[in-house]
Each structure stands twice: as C-alpha cells, then as structure tokens.
C-alpha cells in the first residue's frame, strides 16, 4: 500500500496521560499536514511541513501539542497531559508540492477517558 | 462567520436523482478548491478538483464562481454507493486547507 498510513488507528488514554501518534507520507511527498477533526465537523488545520521545516501552527495547537519530521519522512504528533477535549479524529496528509491535492491517513481516533 | 459554509443537509433522494450541493467560502485569497467525500468513521477522500472554467468527472460536474465565491457540484443518476458526506473545501494563501462542515447525501433504493 503505497498511501500515507498512521499508527496507530485507535488510542484511549486517561486524562493526563501523553499520546504519540505517527504518520508515514506517500514516498516522496515533501509536505505533510496534521488536521484533528470532531463529529459532525470537518477537518480543522493543525500544522505542516515541509520536509523538516515546520513552517505554519495553528491556534488550535496549544503548547501541549508538539509534532516533528526529524528527516523529512515520517512525522510525530504528541499530545501531553492529554484533556477530555482532545478526543478526536487526527489527520494527517501529504501532497507533493504546495497548490497540490492533500492525501488523507486513514486517521489516529483518540478517546481521552 | 466560518470560512467555508455549506448546508449541513441531510439531502434524501432517491436512486438515479439529480442533487446539488453549494459552498461558499469568504477568502478571496484562496488558492484552490476541491471537494473530498468522506464516509462514516474514515478520512476524507479526494473527489475532485474544481477549476474557473468548470469540470466534468463521470456523473459530477464541479463548477466554481471567483467572482461570488461559491462552488457547487452536481451529481447526476445517484447511486446508493453516493451516500457520505460531500466536503467543499478550500486552499488559503499558505496552502493549508480549510474544509466545511460537509454536506451528508443519503441515497435510496
């Protein structure tokens, strides 16, 4: 499967604890976003990259929320001291340059309990 | 006022039924615009493009309106496997997406 995968698909954790999520890009993608999306609502920005260059944050990102792509590949979205409010869908895509279409994971479900 | 708006639906038509769906989006800065279809419980899949002049994919027709900021799509002989979620969405001046809430079509035997 040559899509963009995340792991992993599933996540509950209790309020407090930290979270790690990963997202593999589609080969040779040099932009890769993270979106985090609740019921009934459509994806909402989060972050992207450029190769290893963060280059935009959100709002929504507070400073609880940290992601990496430490060689441009793969990247790493941690959630610490997760909140109930954190339980969503999150998204990652990837597209190959900057005006291009975005691929979606199938996404990490974070339940906070 | 959010960025992107589209009617939230449910639209319920029968099988072979023409729908229309439309979005409009207050940036006059955006890029680009697409619209994603998303089933229950996966992410959003790429449905198409949508270009000034208008494009055509099968049974869906894209249309764009610069000038009064609004996109539609049209959807012509519904099938059943149709139902899902329609997002319109648009590409602002960094590049980062901005989605709607979408639009839920629920097509009937």
């Known amino acids: 499967d040559t899509g963009v995968s995340q792991d992993p698909r599933h996540k509950i954790t209790k309020r407090g604890q930290n979270v790690t999520f990963r997202c593999d890009p589609i080969?040779?993608?040099?932009?890769l976003y993270w979106y985090r999306q609740t019921l009934g609502q459509g994806p909402e920005f989060l972050t992207y990259f450029q190769n290893e260059a963060q280059l935009e944050k959100s709002r929504l990102l507070s400073d609880r929320f940290s992601a990496e792509r430490p060689k441009g590949s793969f990247s790493t979205l941690e959630i610490q001291r997760t909140e109930q409010g954190d339980s969503a869908m999150y998204l990652c895509a990837s597209s190959p340059g900057q005006i291009s279409e975005q691929y979606f994971g199938p996404g990490t479900r974070l339940t906070v309990t | 006022r959010k960025e992107v708006e589209q009617d939230p639906g449910p639209f319920n038509v029968p099988e072979g039924a023409t729908v229309a769906f439309n979005c409009t989006y207050s940036?006059?800065?955006?890029?680009?615009f697409f619209w994603y279809r998303q089933d229950c419980r996966k992410e959003p899949k790429l449905l198409m493009s949508v270009y000034s002049s208008g494009n055509e994919d099968g049974r869906f027709t894209a249309q764009l309106n610069r000038a009064s900021q609004y996109i539609s799509l049209l959807i012509r002989d519904s099938k059943l496997s149709d139902s899902a979620t329609y997002l319109c969405?648009?590409?602002?001046?960094?590049?980062?997406?901005?989605f709607g809430s979408g639009t839920r079509l629920l097509v009937r035997p």
């Open positions: 080969s040779e993608h040099n932009r």
């Open positions: 969405v648009v590409m602002d001046s960094s590049y980062k997406l901005i």
């Open positions: 940036n006059s800065a955006s890029q680009s």
